[in-house]
């Protein structure tokens, strides 16, 4: 798969979107919540640097939990059996998920309150 055309490696990009829409229940509480963050962004109207700051910091958080399921799902064919290696691999990958969502979700409250005390 590598060196090929942009076409064809964006086109492998779109897929695993879709398999993880499709896969990961996660993955679509991710991208749901970048959807409704954007619609609050709208309707709090918070300066545009904390904006973007929020947006980027939800695009990652989806993009490691797109990474997260990629490991679950590679480390599931390769190694079916309980183990702990791989047990450690997906907890910590998980973990990386975590440290993401508690960082949005105190960054979030911030903008909400920030935009109660000085709306």
Known sequence: MKNRPLHQRTLFGIAGLCDGW???KAFRSQAIA???AIIVLI???PPAWAAALL???L?????????????EALADRL????HEAIRIAKDMSSAAVLILNIANAVLAAWLVLEN???G
């Open 43 to 45: 309707i709090l109207q």
């Open 59 to 71: 695009v990652v958080a989806l993009a490691m939990e797109t990474m997260n399921g990629a490991v």
């Open 55 to 57: 947006i980027a910091g």
């Open 116 to 118: 109660i005390t000085l």
């Open 22 to 24: 499709r896969r990961e």
């Open 79 to 82: 190694h079916p059996d309980r």
């Open 34 to 36: 970048l959807g409704l």
